[in-house]
């Protein structure tokens, strides 16, 4: 016992803040899934936050829980989540991107105004440096 605080108390408060840290995760995953403005940006943000959510959520489990088996298999548990998610969020991407789906960039509908730099005096460069430029046709008529 120190200073007043028995040791199963002290654990319980531990596994709480690793919880509590999870948590903040999880609701940073759930704000960037609601506010980001395209598909590949809601799936860096929901595969980094929810990961590391994840992690820090089992570890707050695994320490409340003590040595047990049932936190082995929750460990277990976690190091699947832990290489299957970035895997996945990866994948998904990688078909995304293959399958044509847009990328977000400043010309894109809207963009500007989602930004704050629709106006007389804002010129911007793009985000993304890889945007395809965009082809005209020509009239056949001389120009």
């Known amino acids: 016992m120190i200073c007043g605080i028995d040791s199963v108390t002290l654990r319980e408060v531990i596994a709480g803040i690793f919880m509590v840290g999870g948590l903040i995760f999880f609701i940073g995953s759930a704000i960037g899934m609601l506010r980001l403005p395209d598909f590949y940006s809601r799936i860096h943000a929901s595969g980094n936050s929810e990961t590391l959510g ?9 320490i409340y829980e003590g040595p047990t088996l049932t936190a082995v298999k929750m460990a277990f548990v976690f190091l699947i989540v832990f290489l299957a998610n970035p895997i996945g969020s990866h994948i998904l991407g990688k078909a995304a991107y293959k399958s044509g789906h847009p990328v977000w960039t400043l010309e894109s ?35």
């Open 54 to 62: 994840c992690m820090l959520s089992f570890i707050g489990l695994i």
């Open 109 to 143: 509908k809207g963009a500007k105004k989602l930004v704050g730099l629709e106006g007389p005096n804002h010129d911007a460069d793009e985000p993304v440096g890889h945007v395809r430029p965009v082809k005209r046709k020509r009239k056949k008529g001389g120009k």
